[in-house]
């Protein structure tokens, strides 16, 4: 039940993060101005949502380490992390942002990503 959380958790906050790195990259009037308030700006609603993605990455941490009774080393915890933020970007790329397209290349890296995985979880 708690790996089932971790990693529930860790993709509510993939899912925020996300949006608060590249949502201001869609369909933005100013995305060609560069002056210090459009970034300031910019800057400031971004940490707005990445608060959200704190308020789920530090639970899923907390319950899905092992030293706290979670069942997950902080190294799997990371690769856990890691993994769901690719998968939510991925899904965010191709919602959000049509005209990029998923490639052969892209699927070999994603693959060699979930070896990492496997071999991180080998015993």
């Not at 790996?3 to 949006?19: C, E, G, W």
């Amino acid at each position: 039940m708690r790996a089932l959380l971790t990693v529930a958790l860790l993709l509510i906050s993939n899912s925020f993060m996300t949006y608060a790195w590249y949502g201001h990259l869609r369909d933005n009037p100013d995305a060609k101005k560069t002056g210090f308030w459009v970034f300031a700006t910019t800057i400031l609603i971004s940490w707005g949502i990445a608060f959200f993605e704190y308020i789920f990455m530090v639970p899923a941490n907390k319950i899905g380490y092992q030293g706290n009774g979670g069942p997950f080393s902080l190294i799997q915890l990371k690769i856990i992390q890691e993994v769901s933020s690719i998968i939510i970007f991925m899904v965010f790329s191709l919602v959000f942002f049509k005209e990029e397209s998923f490639k052969w290349n892209h699927a070999v890296a994603f693959l060699l990503i979930l070896i990492a995985v496997y071999l991180v979880f080998k015993k």
